[in-house]
């Protein structure tokens, strides 16, 4: 497809589980990056990639939260031990070079995450 | 701590009225700012970015931003809205030579017909 793409687009799960977000970036976009957003408030950074390698993840919030990237393309996010705060809807974005560089990052639809 | 500040969260005007959205960031150095809205339904999207050089940026859609480095700003500006602006607004910021792009909490515009 022409943009980014994330599944699911809806992931209910119950408090302790373990969930995988998924997604695809723009074919040849280097730069990916994860988002959490909660209702009312502006994107929360996550991490970036820059190719295979997490080049920011200063925004994971803590060790149950995982991201890879392993072949510098489709991008996982692991969350695990999953909470009632976790819910949220999750934003992946990928970049041609990187925020840095081109100032444009492309934004899916997001994967909205219920933990009940 | 790094931060981006929107004052206000939720604005309501009338067609044709003129706009400005705030944004303040508490970064030094070198900044490269934005604005990327997100229309209801849709995925945010860029709406305009600064780098260097002419600080009043034009943007799509009739938007424009300046920059006002002494004042730590970059408020959104357009002369006259349209009820298809109806959207949330968020302002980010790139402080330094990291790549990762904050945002604040956003503003929803609300446009009366």
């Known amino acids: 497809g022409a943009g980014v793409s994330q599944t699911p687009s809806n992931k209910v799960t119950e408090k302790g589980k373990y969930v995988e977000l998924r997604c695809d970036p723009i074919?040849?976009?280097?730069?990916l990056y994860w988002y959490r957003q909660s209702l009312g408030q502006g994107p929360e950074f996550l991490i970036y990639?820059?190719?295979?390698?997490?080049?920011?993840d200063s925004g994971l919030p803590n060790d149950r939260f995982f991201a890879v990237r392993p072949e510098g393309s489709v991008s996982t996010l692991k969350i695990q031990r999953t909470e009632r705060g976790d819910s949220a809807v999750y934003l992946c974005?990928?970049?041609?070079?990187?925020?840095?560089?081109?100032?444009?990052?492309?934004f899916g639809e997001g994967s909205r995450l219920t933990v009940l | 701590a790094q931060s981006v500040s929107q004052h206000n969260h939720h604005v309501i005007l009338s067609e044709a009225a003129s706009l400005e959205l705030g944004c303040n960031y508490s970064?030094?150095?070198?900044?490269?700012l934005f604005w990327y809205v997100q229309y209801p339904g849709q995925h945010l999207q860029l709406l305009l970015k600064?780098?260097?050089?002419?600080?009043l940026v034009k943007g799509i859609k009739g938007f424009e931003a300046e920059f006002i480095k002494s004042k730590f700003s970059f408020n959104l500006r357009k002369p006259s809205v349209q009820w298809s602006d109806t959207a949330e607004y968020f302002c980010?910021?790139?402080?330094?030579?990291?790549?990762?792009?904050?945002f604040g909490q956003g503003t929803t515009l609300q446009v009366k017909p």
């Open positions: 974005a990928s970049s041609l070079e990187g925020a840095r560089n081109t100032g444009e990052l492309f």
């Open positions: 074919s040849g976009h280097t730069a």
């Open positions: 990639f820059q190719g295979t390698g997490a080049a920011d």
């Open positions: 970064y030094g150095g070198t900044v490269n």
């Open positions: 600064y780098f260097s050089g002419d600080p």
């Open positions: 980010a910021v790139i402080s330094g030579n990291t790549g990762k792009l904050l």
